[in-house]
């Protein structure tokens, strides 16, 4: 039987929920055992050992899929295309090139393919949400400063 599925596809009602029940469960246990840096898992009658970090990985997994949302990986060495990342900081593909020939986004060509890292990518996108984050302040704090009822 094929029970293959688009990994990016959103989550049903039911899959949602039973995550939410899933991660809560193992958030719990693992701040119970905070010592504990491996963990045994059954799987359809086999034992397997996993390591903390992946047990981390998957309350997180479990965590967005329980608010709905659908989950990629990337590996933090990963290289992208300008579409892939672009997709990631949900801009237009000529808005990203644009950002790269700027120089605010390092890349490197492969033949004549821009190629991003991953980790560079995100580091530009925590700079960007930090700037956005501080620039909400200060329009909250003007808006409290002028009375304006925020």
């Known amino acids: 039987m094929n029970t293959s599925r688009n990994m990016t596809s959103l989550p049903n009602t039911e899959d949602a929920s039973l995550a939410r029940a899933s991660a809560q469960e193992l958030s719990s246990l693992l701040a119970k055992m905070p010592q504990a840096d491996r963990a045994q898992v059954r799987l359809d009658g086999h034992d397997l050992i996993l390591p903390r970090q992946a047990l981390a990985l998957l309350r997180d ?17 990963a290289e992208l295309t300008t579409q892939e990342a672009a997709n990631i900081l ?11 020939d700027e120089g605010k986004i390092p890349y490197h060509k492969v033949n004549k393919h821009r190629r991003i890292r991953f ?8 700079q960007q949400d930090t700037e956005s984050a501080a620039a909400l302040d200060e329009l909250a ?10």
């Open 141 to 150: 704090r003007q808006a409290q400063e002028l009375d304006m009822g925020y």
């Open 119 to 126: 980790e560079a990518l995100m580091e530009y996108k925590c």
């Open 90 to 100: 949900n801009v237009s593909r000529p808005y990203l090139i644009k950002l790269l």
């Open 61 to 77: 997994v479990l965590s967005q899929m329980a608010q709905g949302n659908a989950v990629t990986i990337v590996p933090t060495h």
